[in-house]
């Protein structure tokens, strides 16, 4: 088993946890993963460990998340800050190099923003199961669908769903991913070791939350301001999409559209996979995102 480090990385008034391994010297290029909500670093360990031996690999504890700063400030959760974020981490990390991103559902989101705003700082860019967000904010504006699925953004901020995901030190949270997780059948006791750890932070979830608070306005408040980098930004990145064809968080539907916000777009379907292809399919995951990182230039 790869051998990784923890660190955490000092930007103003916030700290961010987190691990690093595969090739430190600085002759190989970084892959830096960013998980989705609730999870954290860890959701990504499964592709850390396939691409250390040829890459610096690095997985981040998202602002709130697991061993990173909880700011009571919304301020810091506002995606151009998380952006922000990724970037300052990533000069850390490797200077002026371009580097690769990959991001799964909420750290997918923003991995495309991103993209859109810094394009000239990535090779390439891998985003599981989610749709860029500025898209994402327009179908909550014009899909009935998408509204009632993206529900839970809106219901968890408080009251008695808030309560039930954060009392008894998340462990509503821990019991559904392992519970989840457990049907999967290279799922083992340190996997459920190392997920109840990290979701169990007490006050975790609840700052996890935070991105949706700072991100995701009212449907009927949501204007032309909200959107970031840009209503119609988009991304030259080369780019791919892995999604899975039993993920019901997002239509699939937005996948038509999705040229308009990634100029040099790549797709790859899963079928009968759900929302998180690199936890349940890892083996296919990771052999898609060599053969992507691998093909031209980048």
Not at 107 to 135: D, E, M, T
Not at 170 to 176: E, H, I, K, L
Request: one cysteine or more.
């Amino acid at each position: 088993m790869t051998s990784f480090v923890e660190r955490y990385f000092e930007l103003g008034d916030i700290r961010l946890h987190y691990v690093e391994g595969g090739q430190l010297d600085g002759t190989a290029p970084l892959i830096l993963f960013y998980h989705g909500f609730p999870s954290f670093w860890y959701s990504f360990h499964l592709q850390m460990e396939a691409f250390a031996d040829d890459y610096h690999v690095v997985a981040v504890d998202g602002l709130g998340a697991n061993l990173s700063s909880r700011p009571a400030d919304l301020e810091h959760y506002k995606i151009e800050n998380l952006a922000n974020q990724i970037d300052e981490l990533a000069l850390h990390l490797a200077g002026d190099e371009k580097f690769y991103l990959v991001g799964h559902d909420w750290g997918g989101a923003l991995a495309w923003a991103y993209a859109q705003q810094y394009p000239a700082r990535l090779k390439k860019l891998v985003v599981l199961s989610a749709p860029p967000y500025n898209q994402l904010l327009s179908m909550l504006q014009t899909n009935a669908t998408q509204r009632e699925r993206s529900s839970y953004m809106y219901s968890m901020r408080d009251g008695d769903l808030n309560r039930s995901m954060t009392q008894n030190n998340n462990q509503r949270v821990c019991d559904n991913i392992c519970m989840g997780l457990s049907k999967l059948p290279h799922f083992n006791e340190d996997m459920e070791r190392a997920f109840r750890q990290g979701l169990g932070v007490p006050g975790a979830i609840d700052a996890g939350i935070n991105w949706y608070r700072a991100n995701i306005p009212p449907v009927d408040a949501i204007t032309d301001e909200d959107f970031w980098p840009g209503k119609h930004a988009s991304t030259s990145v080369p780019s791919l999409l892995i999604w899975g064809g039993a993920d019901l968080t997002f239509v699939s539907e937005f996948i038509d559209d999705l040229a308009d916000y990634a100029e040099n777009l790549s797709v790859h379907h899963l079928p009968e996979v759900g929302h998180s292809p690199m936890l349940e399919k890892p083996v296919e995951v990771n052999s898609v995102i060599r053969r992507f990182l691998d093909t031209g230039a980048g």
